[in-house]
């Protein structure tokens, strides 16, 4: 890989300014849909960005990166040089379950109670515990990860068997489709599946991660908390 392919190709301010519209959306959403702007959080995407990606994030001050893959995050951590709070929010392979833990703050990604034993392992071997958002295909996209609604129970009791995991909520991403109904329909029954979830289990879920750049209104008016932005603020992936 040449040296120019680590560059990021907007300037700082670029980002900047891209940040600030994004908050002012956000704003403007969470107000007109009874929201506090406050429970929403944006997250940069930073999947295919280089490292220099997640130092604008953070000398902006956003709370949070997302990454999708396990080793692409390990280098982009080392290079990156700064403190930051990663996070997991692609499919997660068992066999890369020990260096998910020992490198991100939170995974959104729990799919399966494979998964969850494997990752209970993990901490064990680690001496932590690890916050994870179990991941549901509420949209029923064959080209998606994520456990059925019907599959949601059974994770989600695994999960909170798992003594050195801390599940926070639930995580979903909806169908790609130009009608944003669909991704509306996909955000609303995730919201229902979560209350439906704390219901049985007498568990807070405070957290919905769900809601990305085409379809960031419609996330938040559901109830998103965390909306996973990469394009609109980096532009275009390479």
């Known amino acids: 890989m040449k040296k120019e392919d680590f560059l990021i190709r907007i300037p700082y301010d670029t980002f900047a300014d891209r940040a600030r519209r994004l908050e002012n959306r956000i704003r403007e959403i969470c107000a007109a849909s009874g929201r506090s702007p406050g429970d929403v959080k944006l997250m940069a995407v930073t999947k295919t960005h280089p490292a220099e990606a997640a130092g604008y994030a953070a000398r902006y001050g956003l709370p949070c990166v997302g990454e999708n893959r396990v080793r692409e995050a390990i280098d982009k951590i080392a290079r990156a040089g700064c403190h930051m709070r990663w ?28 998964l969850v034993a494997r990752l209970q392992r993990c901490c064990e071997s680690e001496d932590r515990t690890l916050p994870v ?70 568990t807070p879920l405070p957290e919905l991660s769900m809601g990305m750049t085409g379809d960031l209104r419609e996330a938040i008016e559901e109830g998103s908390t965390c909306v996973r932005v990469g394009s609109a603020l980096f532009g275009p992936r390479e």
């Open 87 to 114: 996070e997991l929010i692609g499919h997660l392979q068992s066999n890369k379950a020990a260096l998910a833990v020992r490198h991100f703050a939170r995974i959104q990604s729990v799919d399966r109670p494979k």
């Open 133 to 202: 958002l179990l991941q549901v295909n509420t949209g029923n996209d064959a080209e998606k990860f994520g456990a059925t609604a019907e599959e949601a129970p059974v994770l989600l009791e695994a999960a909170l068997n798992a003594s050195r995991l801390k599940v926070e909520g639930l995580m979903t991403i909806a169908p790609f489709d130009p009608d944003p109904s669909v991704a509306r329909r996909a955000f609303a029954s995730l919201r229902e599946l979560r209350d439906r979830l704390q219901d049985r289990f007498a």
